[in-house]
């Protein structure tokens, strides 16, 4: 039927996934991790003057935060690379770079100057894994790295 518009319904083919996730944390590839997210924002507001529209735009400060849940035996893996005796809240700033796998092309994003502020641990009848949740400061993303 010529001059009909044609509906794809797979307009991506295969969409990118958690198996096509890897980050890299002190150096090493994290395979023990459950679940990973980063954002960041620029605060803007609107700036008012005479009249009822807006005459400028005022803007705030950057945020970057970024969230990670470790299984126990990834978080003893990286206390295994730190000096004996020294907590994982001590380890210095680092970046984590995370790639992504999309039809053959890796995209690289870099959180930079990372440093887990506190770890937590909890596990209930049932569970067949421990969750090492973090919380986890960091000073900048740098999205789609080359």
């Given at each position: 039927?010529?001059?009909?518009a044609?509906n794809?319904?797979?307009a991506?083919?295969?969409?990118?996934?958690?198996n096509s996730?890897?980050m890299?944390?002190?150096?090493?590839?994290?395979e023990?991790?459950?679940?990973l997210?980063?954002?960041?924002?620029?605060?803007?507001e609107n700036?008012?003057g005479?009249?009822k529209?807006?005459?400028?735009?005022?803007?705030?400060?950057y945020?970057a935060?970024?969230t990670l849940?470790?299984y126990?035996?990834?978080v003893?893996?990286?206390?295994d690379s730190?000096?004996?005796g020294?907590?994982i809240q001590?380890?210095?700033p680092?970046?984590?770079?995370v790639?992504y796998e999309y039809?053959?092309r890796?995209?690289?994003d870099?959180?930079?100057?990372?440093q887990?502020?506190?770890?937590?641990?909890g596990?209930?009848q049932g569970?067949?894994?421990?969750?090492?949740?973090?919380?986890?400061?960091c000073?900048?993303i740098?999205?789609n790295?080359?």
């Amino acid at each position: 039927m010529a001059g009909q518009a044609t509906n794809l319904i797979n307009a991506f083919g295969k969409m990118a996934g958690w198996n096509s996730v890897t980050m890299n944390l002190f150096g090493r590839d994290v395979e023990g991790i459950s679940e990973l997210a980063y954002d960041d924002n620029v605060n803007k507001e609107n700036i008012y003057g005479a009249g009822k529209m807006p005459i400028g735009v005022g803007e705030g400060n950057y945020e970057a935060v970024f969230t990670l849940k470790l299984y126990k035996e990834e978080v003893i893996a990286i206390l295994d690379s730190l000096p004996p005796g020294k907590r994982i809240q001590d380890a210095e700033p680092t970046d984590v770079t995370v790639l992504y796998e999309y039809k053959g092309r890796i995209y690289k994003d870099i959180i930079r100057n990372v440093q887990i502020t506190r770890m937590g641990s909890g596990v209930s009848q049932g569970d067949t894994t421990v969750d090492q949740t973090t919380e986890v400061m960091c000073s900048h993303i740098d999205w789609n790295v080359q």
